[in-house]
């Protein structure tokens, strides 16, 4: 993919590191000279100085040749801007880290394809590891209803040994609860009925909020 990130401070370069290790082409922009400097020189990013609300700078990004546009600068009101050019400009997929959540109607109104809001993120996460401390790593999804979590199975557990068919009839699973991945020995799988859990693997688990509490206690229960 083609990925055009507005603003390199530590989020967005972070980001664009990541992604050109995942091999994809990646481009920054930023208002200030030394930061794209820095992000060619040790990461071999291909940058641009500039001020991204300015049409003539983002338009040598050339967003309409890019699959994602996304805009992180540190004022909603400069991502606003970013938004509405790169839609004016041919963008096809344009995404916004939103700080105030007062501003989301008004990307919502400016046809923003994804709002990612780094409060509610956030949020959210710090407080299932707060409330559940068997949880590794979380993140919301949707509204916040459901998250996703990783639980790891210690030894000694129940559901050790058992397949997931068997695990998921009992009949105390929560209702809500899917199980989505496990990694165990190196290697990621997507669980079929026949996959059995093992020591040690690390389980994706969907849940409902209400349900979370219910649904870590039940693979954690010891045999």
Same mark, same amino acid.
Request: aromatic share 4%; net charge negative; with cysteine.
């Given at each position: 993919?083609?990925?055009?990130?507005?603003?390199?401070?530590?989020?967005?370069?972070?980001?664009?590191?990541?992604?050109?290790?995942?091999?994809?082409?990646?481009?920054? +922009? *930023?208002? %200030?000279?030394?930061?794209?400097?820095?992000?060619?020189?040790?990461?071999?990013?291909?940058?641009?100085?500039? %001020?991204?609300? *300015?049409?003539?700078?983002?338009?040598?990004? *050339?967003?309409?040749? @890019?699959?994602?546009?996304?805009?992180?600068?540190?004022?909603? !009101?400069?991502?606003?801007?970013? !938004?509405?050019?790169?839609?004016?400009?041919?963008?096809?997929?344009?995404?916004?880290?939103?700080?105030?959540?007062?501003?989301?109607?008004?990307?919502?109104?400016?046809? $923003? %394809?994804?709002?990612?809001?780094?409060?509610?993120?956030?949020?959210?996460?710090?407080?299932?590891?707060?409330?559940?401390?068997? +949880?590794?790593?979380?993140?919301?999804?949707?509204?916040?209803?459901?998250?996703? $979590?990783?639980?790891?199975?210690?030894?000694?557990?129940?559901? +050790?040994?058992?397949?997931?068919? %068997?695990?998921?009839?009992?009949?105390?699973?929560?209702?809500?609860?899917?199980?989505?991945?496990? @990694?165990?020995?190196?290697?990621?799988?997507?669980?079929?009925?026949?996959?059995?859990?093992?020591?040690?693997?690390?389980?994706? $688990?969907?849940?409902?909020?209400?349900?979370?509490?219910?649904?870590? *206690?039940?693979?954690?229960?010891?045999?």
């Amino acid at each position: 993919m083609r990925i055009v990130i507005a603003g390199a401070g530590r989020g967005g370069l972070n980001l664009a590191v990541y992604l050109q290790r995942s091999g994809h082409t990646v481009m920054v +922009v *930023d208002r %200030d000279a030394a930061v794209a400097e820095r992000a060619f020189e040790l990461y071999g990013i291909v940058a641009l100085a500039g %001020d991204a609300t *300015d049409v003539s700078v983002l338009k040598q990004c *050339d967003p309409d040749r @890019a699959d994602v546009v996304l805009a992180m600068l540190h004022r909603d !009101a400069d991502n606003l801007a970013v !938004a509405a050019l790169a839609r004016a400009l041919g963008a096809h997929r344009i995404m916004v880290r939103m700080r105030d959540p007062e501003y989301r109607r008004v990307y919502e109104s400016a046809r $923003v %394809d994804q709002i990612l809001s780094e409060t509610e993120i956030l949020v959210g996460v710090l407080a299932t590891a707060i409330e559940h401390e068997a +949880v590794r790593h979380s993140m919301v999804l949707g509204s916040g209803e459901a998250i996703a $979590v990783e639980i790891v199975i210690e030894k000694g557990a129940w559901v +050790v040994g058992r397949a997931v068919s %068997d695990v998921a009839s009992d009949e105390r699973f929560p209702a809500s609860c899917v199980i989505a991945g496990m @990694a165990a020995g190196g290697e990621v799988q997507a669980p079929r009925g026949a996959t059995v859990i093992e020591a040690g693997a690390q389980l994706l $688990v969907v849940s409902a909020r209400r349900d979370l509490a219910a649904t870590i *206690d039940f693979f954690r229960r010891r045999a």
